[in-house]
């Protein structure tokens, strides 16, 4: 690839594991393969196929969304800095210092600006030298059944496994090796203090330093059932009726949702930031139901109109529950997975009352929290997972009608005008009856699934010079106690 604007300043430090990098630099080409195999067998010789197995396996590889690749030539340190100012506050959240208030446009470009080829700090993009472009593993099998009057059922499994799927990895924060204790056993979630460019020998050249990886640890496997027939001839004739359940999970370290190397690393809800964690993607159902049924009347040959319904029954999102905080010093809030107290003798030296009477006051709102929630109460005495949680069925029904005018050339070919009318979400319109709660959806708000509720919002760990975090719950605003 194109050889970029290099920073030595950045070049010249020391990140985590000792890696070392240099952002006018992309990987090298690496060649990839994608053998794949497949077959279809009929094993009766019947004129009709009633029967028919089908499958295959292979590499499936494409190129990622090119912002992930060029995040490096933006975000280099050297085409954009940061100007940082906070005001110094006491224990008590007094002002002892604040330099804010000399902030501001002043009509002079040169204000902030650095002196004459020198970078100014910034959070930096990077990819692994190592890095390839994504590849997927994936594999199906699937047995067709024709029976009767032209009924067709089908069952199929389809597995697929990373093999160059993508992840962020924060290089530039240091990790100690404390760990936060929040109740779970074990050491689970490491505490990060601070940047290594502020470490000894560097030269204070960057705050974030993400790089784009290659991860394998994500799958999924689904299986669909489904059963079909188009009517050919008779009083049904222009009717066609499909319908198909399929259950299962996918599971990976990132979703990958963000054009933005820092907003794909620190949106992603984990124990570790900057561990491969496998949890359930966005997009895993465990159960969807899908009926769908289409006629059309041909009124002569020039017109013809055609009438369509699906319906969907299905889980609508996926979402975690995190603390409203930094529960591990990474400087990010809202992305740490939580730990689900299984009773009060967990959290009763790390929890505060707050605008509760006492803290067993807190413990009860909190606890009968947890009891209320399905996806919590199972989870007692665990962390929770990112994407555990998952919302309510959904029910929806969307109508079509459209009508095709066919205009014949003298040649034979024939140009079509079609009108169509189309509601999506049909039941959501009505609200009548029994029906005036189908079509609507619930949602955890805007932006990316996770989960706070009264009881939760404010609870913060942090890792205090005892080693141990302190959660306030049910507070107004988190608070450092």
Known sequence: MTDLQSNDKVAAETYRDGIKIDVSKYPNAKPQFSPRFGFNYKPFDDENGSLQIRGGTGLFTGTPPYVWISNQAGNNGVL????NVRAVKD???NIISDGRPSLGFTGNMDTYKPAEGSATRSDIAITDPDFKYPSLWKSNIAADYKFGDGWVATIELLYSKDINAIYHDN???YRTEQFVNDG?????????NGYYSDREGN???ANHVVMLRNTSKGHSLYTTFQLQKNFVDGILKGLYLNGSYSFGQSRGVTDGTSSVATSAWKYRAALDGNAEEVGYTAGSFDGRLLLSASYTANWSKYAATSFGLIYQRYRPFR???????????DSQFSNDLMYIPANFDEVKDHLLPGDFDSQEDAWKAMNAFIEQDPYLSKHRGEYAE????????????DLSVSHDIKIYQKNGRSHTLRFSFNIANFLNLCRIGSFSSYGCRSSPGAGFPRWSSAFFRGIRGRLRRSDWPRFYAGSKSPSRR
């Open 91 to 93: 224990k008590n959240d």
């Open 386 to 397: 990112r994407n555990g949680a998952v919302a309510p069925f959904a029910n929806q029904l």
């Open 319 to 329: 979402y975690s529950y995190c603390y409203n905080g930094d529960a591990n010093g």
């Open 184 to 192: 779970g056993a074990g050491n689970a979630r490491p505490y990060y």
């Open 171 to 173: 290089i530039g924060l």
């Open 80 to 83: 954009f800095g940061d100007l």
């Open 203 to 205: 030269q204070k050249a």
